[in-house]
């Protein structure tokens, strides 16, 4: 099984600086290099710099990176969202529009003969 884990990314929703814009473009051309070449994304906690799921509303700034995250969901990839210090309001939206699977501390699996344990750590 081909197993990415990602963490920390921090993808601003506030108005960026050329630092924060430099790092949103590097995420989102890993992303896109992504596509067809994991089985399972597992996204580590704190991939948004602060992620808050209201009734109606998807924070504009994070459209880019939802898009990619749809994109390689619909290419096979598997998506699970460990919650991190910074994402952790999640309704509904990333799981009923997306197909990402939440995960509030920890996420386990066994692949490969091997046991895994993934979690984002900011509580230990």
Same mark, same amino acid.
């Given at each position: 099984?081909?197993?990415?884990?990602?963490?920390?990314?921090?993808?601003?929703?506030?108005?960026?600086?050329?630092?924060?814009?430099?790092?949103?473009?590097?995420?989102?051309?890993?992303?896109?290099?992504?596509?067809?070449?994991?089985?399972?994304?597992?996204? #580590?906690?704190?991939?948004?710099?602060?992620?808050?799921?209201?009734?109606?509303?998807?924070?504009?700034?994070?459209?880019?990176?939802?898009?990619?995250?749809?994109?390689?969901?619909?290419?096979?990839?598997?998506?699970?969202?460990?919650?991190?210090?910074?994402?952790?309001?999640?309704? #509904?939206?990333?799981?009923?529009?997306?197909?990402?699977?939440?995960?509030?501390?920890?996420?386990?699996?066994?692949?490969?003969?091997?046991?895994?344990?993934?979690?984002?750590?900011?509580?230990?």
């Amino acid at each position: 099984m081909r197993i990415c884990v990602i963490s920390d990314l921090h993808f601003k929703y506030v108005t960026p600086t050329a630092e924060d814009r430099e790092n949103a473009n590097l995420v989102l051309s890993f992303l896109e290099q992504a596509k067809g070449n994991y089985d399972l994304m597992i996204l #580590n906690g704190d991939i948004f710099d602060l992620w808050y799921d209201w009734e109606f509303t998807v924070i504009k700034q994070y459209f880019p990176l939802l898009v990619k995250l749809h994109e390689l969901k619909a290419g096979g990839c598997r998506l699970v969202h460990i919650s991190g210090n910074h994402d952790f309001w999640f309704g #509904n939206f990333l799981p009923d529009y997306l197909g990402i699977e939440l995960h509030a501390e920890h996420f386990s699996l066994e692949a490969d003969t091997k046991k895994i344990y993934v979690c984002h750590g900011d509580t230990y």
